[in-house]
């Protein structure tokens, strides 16, 4: 074919595809180019071109053609005239020197032919090219090298095709790209200015300039200074002469930014309204403005702050996502040059958008950070209010250097509210950490903080304790509220005040002020007042439990001074314990059987009682382990510790004791003796300071004792005690046990001690029936031990049930006393008593007792001595009673039927 011949040697690579159709004079090269030769008739081609950047070897295509025809060379086509005819016999290098002569000439005409047709032209001719075309059809693929030679050698073909089909943007973007790749810089036409080379820049040299912008803005935590950075670069890309920065401080009000460092004076901050500055004018109307500094425009008569020169001014409003008014920031140019353009605002907007983005993260990254300094200071705040048991004074001083650091403030002072005077007083003044290198907090004497008392009202103290609301003052001098002679009586300077409440319930309690912020005219921000308000209330909490703790520290200074006294008055007096000590070996001569079940000490008296208790447990325990002094003690105190109450007394306590070591002397070796001491120990203190008033009634009359121990009230109570005496000074009968059998006593003692709480004998009665019914009980098991030890306390509780019949009379009515007095007490307060708590019930006693005796005496004794049959007597005794108790209600019984 005809590029066949024009450019022998064609090899295929790569693997985009160039389309090279070829029909009758016209010739068509991918999908929008056409080329028209005159002066040849074409015969259809079309060409393959696959073209590649990496340049890799593709296997050739050849193009298929007809076979030669008989008589013609194999190389003959339509520019080899005369090759085959007889008369002359041409040879290869003839072909190949015409070949040579014919693509050249065909190369210089098609420079001079015309283009023709629309894009849409040439995609209809190459589908007619496609339908129509006939004859031979042959594919050659061509090579980058090869393609961009064919493109050369026809630049007049490319510039048609680009200015026809290329757009002016894509036309900067190439000539950006090809300058740069000279490195040589491209003058704006006269009137662009810099928007064209943000415009039409390429990718590569957007990101440079967004990269240095990105480098001014990193690094800086401080929105102020991230945002006049960002002010900086869009002023040195417009060619600003210099750049103000306003921000919103408070609201309504614009304070030029000053840059860290400048060394220039913060001014004073002006109102966001018209009729003033251009700045405050774009921060009222919120639009940007593109204007001159005349001072004709009445919207703004005094035009750029501090500029007496003649200028440009661009002001643009910076605006938060709510809408809300955030920055101003005003671009200058000096003298008579040219004025900001709409290109200027169009690049002022692109910055904007990016670095937008950059203050936003910045301000993100900014209020992590002082969240997590918000929480690191929180955290530590409850660490002191929870970990450290420590003076009020001292906490609140820790809290007070802890919020100065959070709001940056060089001094701060608590003032609390003296509800009788109706005063503020400092309670913590004048905190500083000074120039200390260890920061440790200070505060003024006691003379300088006792001055420091004020009336409410009177100052911004006094005004937010009487108003209860936050203030925010940056200039106290110029507010009338502040009262100056605290700066005169400590000779410091008080330039800025943040004061808030503390509230405790709605009520206020105090105030808390910080004092300076640090830093050349620095003043305190919405920031600090937001963190400030968290912290006001952990100060309030920190207040609060600082109160607490020191009430409580008080209470136990009560505690331990009424203890004191409680236990000098009930505790052992010297000449009772001489007493006793001097009658040691006529005490410890046994002289009567008090091991009988049908002992009951009723005529004995308190000490003579105290003196069998001794005997009872040096017979049990003897005196190898047990100083004798300390057990004499330890028995009068415990006897000093009962109320006097009818049934619940000293001698109560002996008879349950007493019952103990008689059912130990008739079961030897059953018990371990360290069961054996906890179990007479606990019997002996089982109902110390009882009241006379069951669990109920001290739940229900709200006691105190019922606060503290919800379930079995009385029977913790009676517990601690026992603990309290062994605590006393020469009272612990066990100091000689080991710490492990000191542990293991104290334990069973409380186990026993709880067992006489009836509520808790039917689970325990249930629980020991079952295993006994069930043949698995075994003395190896200690959860069986356990339950042998409630029963026999409980029965030993209950010793008064198997005692001789006029004994057991005369016990009852002592129990019924303790029972009407406590049923007295409920129908004075409105409650109706059960009736074996209501006098009105006297004559039904009987029934009450038999009711008792058969469902928990007789049952207890029972289960006990299937266990221990030792015990045995004391169901003897106890059926003769149940007996006599019901026949006494059948008599009771007939009586009432008679009447």
Known sequence: SLLQEMTPGITATGRENVNIVQHGNSLTIGDQVQIVLSGHSLSPTKMSVTTTQQGLPAPPVRARSKSPKPGKCTAHNRFHHNCCS????????????????????????????????????????????????????????????????????????????????????TLERWMQKRAKSLNQPIKPARGKNKLAKWKYSVNTDKRSMLEEMTTHLVGSTNKGQIMFELASCISSAIDADSVNLYLVESEGQLCRFVPDGSGLPRPDPQPVRSGTTIAAHCGKVRDIIRTTNCGKDPRFPDGVLGCKVLSKVLCHPICSEDEELEAVIEFIKEGKGSAFTEDDIEIVNSYLVWGGVAIHYA???????????????????????????????????????????????DRASLFLMDSKTNQLYARIFDVSSGDKEDGEVQQADKDLRDKARFPIGKGIAGYVAETGETLNVADVYKDDRFNPSIDEQTGYTTKSILCMPICIRGTVIGVVQMVNKKGDGEVFTREDEESFKTFAVYCGLALHHAKLYDKIRRSEQKYKVALEVLSYHNAASVEEVEEI????????????????????????????????????????????????DTLVRFFITVKKNYR??????????FHVANSIYS?????????????????????????????????????????????????????????????????????????????????QVLGNMKHCILATDLALFFPNKARLTNIVETNTFSWDSPDHRLLVETMVMTG?????????????????????HEFYTQGDREMASGRLPVPIMNRFHRDEQAVHQVGFFSGICIPCYSLLSQIMPTVSPMVELCADNLASWRKLAEERRQEKTTD
């Open 86 to 169: 007889p008369e002359r016999k041409r040879t290869k290098d003839d072909i190949k020197n015409q070949s040579a002569k014919n693509a050249e000439r065909m190369r210089s005409r098609s420079r001079s032919n015309l283009l023709s047709g629309s894009r849409q032209d040439l995609r209809s001719s190459r589908t007619n090219l496609a339908v129509n075309g006939k004859g031979s059809i042959s594919e050659k693929v061509m090579t980058m090298d090869e393609m961009k030679e064919l493109l050369s050698c026809n630049q007049d073909l490319l510039e048609q095709f680009v200015l026809e089909n290329t757009d002016l943007e």
């Open 363 to 409: 301000d993100q990254y900014s209020k992590v950070q002082h969240q997590k300094f918000v929480n690191e200071f929180l955290l530590s705040v409850v660490k002191s209010i929870f970990q450290e048991m420590i003076s009020m004074d001292t906490l609140i001083v820790q809290i007070m250097n802890q919020a100065q650091k959070l709001v940056n403030a």
């Open 581 to 628: 000590i001097a009658e040691k070996e006529q005490l410890l001569e046994k002289n009567e059987d008090i091991s009988s079940f049908s002992y009951y000490g009723t005529s004995l008296d308190d000490m003579t009682k105290v003196r069998k208790a001794i005997f009872m447990f040096v017979d049990l325990f003897g005196l190898e382990r047990f100083e004798y």
């Open 644 to 653: 006097a109450v009818a049934y619940h007394n000293w001698a109560h306590g």
């Open 663 to 743: 059912i130990l002397k008739a079961s030897p070796g059953i018990f371990s003796p360290l069961e054996c001491l906890a179990m007479y120990v606990g019997a002996i203190c089982h109902d110390l300071d009882h009241r006379g008033f069951n669990n109920k009634f001290m739940i229900d009359i709200g006691s105190p004792l019922a606060a503290i121990y919800s379930t079995s009230t009385m029977e913790n109570h009676h517990f601690n005690m026992a603990i309290n005496i062994l605590q006393q000074e020469h009272h612990n009968i066990f100091n000689k046990l080991s710490p492990d059998e000191y542990k």
């Open 796 to 816: 030993s509780d209950l010793c008064a049930s198997t005692k001789p019949w006029n004994l057991q009379l005369d016990t009852v009515e002592d129990i019924y």
